[in-house]
């Protein structure tokens, strides 16, 4: 059976919010037991006491690693953030017609300068983010595939990373974890060797834009 303070400390790091506050001394230790009294002990299985669990949050706090003082800037220097809108997403059914629909779709969107796409293959799936310009060309390209979902009145946040953040743990934690602070909600994300750009609805981009910009400029 666990104890308290395995328990606890798998509590605390499955989350980012609690990892980070605990680490940065910004929560109360005695309201955040109270809190997770209940489900210790339904977990646990047993009657669990405030003191005992403070004591745990207490211990795992003086063990969380500290944040670097030198930090590896995310972005590069003087680099640029690129916005796009208007933006839809599909995903598709893998099949074994799709690869032509992507061939066909690249051709036909190749005369049309500054319309933006690009596709993602998983194991199952397909997806194709598009600009508005492109829409009618996927939906003819893409008619007879499955189409499993379709968002709309999107954009796209790119940054420009520093190459070297490539070799730095957590990188991408680090700029997701801003976001999130700021209740920043992602609908995808695709990253290249030095760009990282996220997708989000449209109502976000001002906020994920600031946030961002000040990742920059930091």
Same mark, same amino acid.
């Given at each position: ?16 919010? @609690? ?6 001394? @910004? ?158 909600? @992602? ?32």
């Amino acid at each position: 059976m666990l104890s308290i303070s395995t328990k606890v400390e798998r509590i605390v790091l499955e989350s980012a919010f @609690l990892t980070e506050g605990l680490r940065r001394g @910004l929560i109360n230790l005695s309201e955040l037991a109270r809190q997770l009294q209940p489900q210790l002990e339904s977990d646990l299985w047993k009657p669990v006491g405030q003191a005992a669990v403070v004591m745990a949050l207490r211990r795992v706090a003086e063990r969380l690693p500290q944040e670097p003082q030198h930090r590896t800037r995310p972005l590069r220097q003087g680099g640029e953030l690129t916005t796009r809108t208007e933006l839809t997403e599909y995903t598709y059914r893998y099949s074994d017609s799709i690869q032509e629909c992507h061939r066909q779709l690249l051709v036909e969107a190749e005369p049309m300068r500054g319309a933006f796409v690009t596709v993602t293959r998983g194991v199952n799936e397909v997806m194709v983010i598009c600009s508005g310009a492109l829409t009618s060309v996927v939906e003819s390209v893409f008619a007879r595939e499955r189409l499993l979902a379709r968002q709309n009145n999107l954009s796209a946040v790119t940054l420009h990373l520093n190459p070297d953040t490539r070799r730095t743990p957590g990188i991408y934690h680090a700029i997701l974890k801003q976001l999130a602070w700021d209740k920043v909600s @992602l609908i995808n994300m695709i990253c290249t060797y030095t760009e990282l750009t996220i997708l989000l609805e449209q109502s976000q981009t001002g906020a994920a834009f600031s946030v961002l910009s000040r990742l920059a400029l930091h």
